[in-house]
């Protein structure tokens, strides 16, 4: 485990069977209110992508803005939100992707990217990789280089983050829950 992936995972609060029996939920709270753990958090994802002249940072809705603000501040890039659906008021493209119960469906503004452009995919976690993927299929569609779709958390055992580099994303997580 690396300098950042330690701390970082130490900070994260796990509340047993919430939402429901059965799930353990990875709280991130306890990271964003400790000063240290959360500048520690934006400097893994800056460290990562300082050097790699990145054009925008695409976060998704709602946990996803909170790390994907400051790193794009930090790189100097731009940050395009990735919605649940019906938030976006101008043009949009919508991707559906399915839960544990029905569908849900992402959005993105179709003048989101310039084509060609460089684009890192942040959000908190990838569990099963349905948002994730999801995602990636809307700044694909625009045209946009996807270098990279990372997250703080990855939960191994739910296959997300396999299931996203078979589609042949490069994937990036500071620190992984498996087996408990
Ligand atoms: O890999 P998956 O199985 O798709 O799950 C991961 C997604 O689920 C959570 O978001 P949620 O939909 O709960 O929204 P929130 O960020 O608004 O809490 C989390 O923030 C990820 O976006
Ligand atoms: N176990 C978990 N903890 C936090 N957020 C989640 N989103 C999906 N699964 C989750």
């Keep these: 485990m690396d300098y ?3 701390s970082i995972k130490k900070a994260i609060r796990t509340v047993p069977d919430w939402p429901k029996p059965g799930v353990s939920f990875r709280d991130i709270t306890t990271v964003l209110q400790d000063r240290t753990a959360f500048r520690k958090l934006v400097d893994a994802f800056v ?5 790699q002249k990145i054009d925008a940072i695409a976060a998704i809705d709602a946990r996803g803005f909170i790390i994907g603000s400051p790193l794009a501040y930090e790189l100097n890039a731009g940050l395009v939100l990735v919605r649940k659906k019906g938030k976006l008021p101008f043009d949009t ?7 544990e119960y029905g569908t849900a469906s ?3 503004h179709k003048d989101a990217f310039r084509p060609g452009d460089k684009v890192v995919l942040v959000d908190d976690l990838i569990a099963t990789g349905g948002t994730m993927l999801a995602a990636s299929r809307l700044i694909r569609q625009i045209g946009a280089e996807i270098v990279e779709v990372s997250a ?11 299931k996203l580099r078979d589609e042949g994303l490069s994937v990036y997580t500071v620190c992984e829950f498996e087996g408990d």
């Design 152 to 162: 703080m958390i990855d939960l191994p055992d739910l296959g997300g983050s396999r």
């Design 93 to 99: 493209l919508v991707e559906d992707y399915e839960l």
């Design 47 to 51: 460290h990562r992508y300082h050097d």
């Design 106 to 108: 992402v959005e993105l």
């Design 4 to 6: 950042f992936a330690d």
